[in-house]
């Protein structure tokens, strides 16, 4: 069964990084895109952006153009989310799923992470 | 973007009768290609994360109760749990993945009347 599990919260101050990881277990972690999905104050979820492990290829959301990366290293099955110059609005669960989907770009997620949470305070 | 809008916000509703969740995008779903509609739905409980329901706006993920239905095409669509059990309390979410970025309603949450 596939599973996705990620490290642990953080806190860090305004204008510092962050950088989460997800192990994969249960599937062939090149196969399959990763994505990654925030969710902030209150309960609205938004999407990061992808990441294809296998040839390293990336989509971002626009509005996090230039502040973040996503990474991988399949020798062990796992994905990498860095987001730089934080603010606190970056106060959020960060969640990492998988695309389940091959021949479309943009698809579903099944499984998720368990969440990392990221606080951002002085 | 493409906006994705639930209705209602919250809903309460009694053991055992149906609970019905509404999710209209600012554009069509529906991609003539396939023949699919580009939509999903998720539920997510207290402290855990989101669990996938329903992709396609009608396919019932692996291992969800067959009470989970979805319905609709092009910009409105519906999840619909036909007799609601008490393990059902959660905030559900639908997601468009038609284009990018990808974007979800602002979620429902669903109570025990």
């Known amino acids: 069964q596939a599973q996705l599990m990620q490290s642990g919260a953080e806190v860090k101050n305004p204008g510092a990084s962050v950088k989460v990881s997800c192990k994969a277990s249960?599937?062939?972690?090149?196969?399959?895109?990763i994505n990654w999905v925030r969710q902030t104050s209150g309960q609205r979820l938004e999407w990061m952006g992808w990441m294809n492990p296998d040839n390293g290829r990336t989509g971002y959301a626009q509005r996090f153009q230039g502040r973040v990366s996503m990474t991988s290293d399949t020798s062990i099955n796992t994905a990498y989310l860095e987001l730089s110059n934080l603010r606190s609005e970056d106060t959020a669960v960060y969640y990492c799923a998988r695309k389940p989907v091959y021949g479309y770009v943009m698809g579903w997620f099944d499984p998720w992470g368990q969440g990392t949470v990221v606080t951002v305070s002085s | 973007d493409i906006v994705m809008t639930q209705s209602p916000d919250s809903l309460a509703v009694s053991l055992g009768e149906r609970a019905t969740i509404n999710c209209r995008s600012s554009?069509?779903?529906?991609?003539?290609?396939?023949?699919?509609?580009?939509l999903a739905w998720y539920q997510r409980k207290a402290g855990q994360p989101p669990k996938l329901l329903i992709y396609w706006a009608s396919t019932r993920a692996s291992g969800v109760p067959d009470r989970f239905s979805g319905s609709g095409s092009a910009t409105d669509f519906t999840l619909t749990i036909s007799s609601l059990q008490a393990e059902d309390v959660a905030v559900y979410y639908c997601q468009q993945y038609l284009l990018s970025p990808i974007t979800f309603g602002q979620g429902t949450r669903l109570e025990i009347k």
């Open positions: 554009q069509s779903l529906y991609y003539t290609s396939n023949n699919n509609n580009f």
């Open positions: 249960g599937y062939d972690f090149a196969r399959y895109d």
